[in-house]
């Protein structure tokens, strides 16, 4: 018998049900519930609020992204380009 309960944080909501798929839940349980720097006002409190959905009260803010995170990997990519082909266009 064990000595003691394991910590295991926020996975330990999901039980031993979810075995092998405990790190990639991990990952998206801790960035989804994290808050995120506003990118109107440099604030480190945009926040979840549902699916796709990340508010900011203060600056009355609401961006739609990723599912579990505030901007998802070719969204970015895609802002760079964006940005890279602008600074082109403008020389």
């Known amino acids: 018998m064990a000595k003691y309960t394991k910590k295991v944080r926020i996975i330990g909501k999901g039980g031993p049900i979810m075995g092998p ?3 990639m839940v991990k990952k998206i349980d801790i960035g989804q519930h994290t808050k995120y720097t506003c990118s109107f006002c440099n604030k480190s409190k945009m926040k979840r609020r549902a699916v796709g959905i990340c508010h900011w009260g203060s600056c009355m803010k609401r961006v739609v992204d990723g599912a579990w995170t505030y901007h998802t990997a070719s969204t970015v990519i895609g802002k ?3 940005r890279r082909l602008k ?3 403008d020389q």
């Open 87 to 89: 600074e082109l266009k």
């Open 21 to 23: 798929l405990r790190k």
């Open 80 to 82: 760079a380009t964006n």
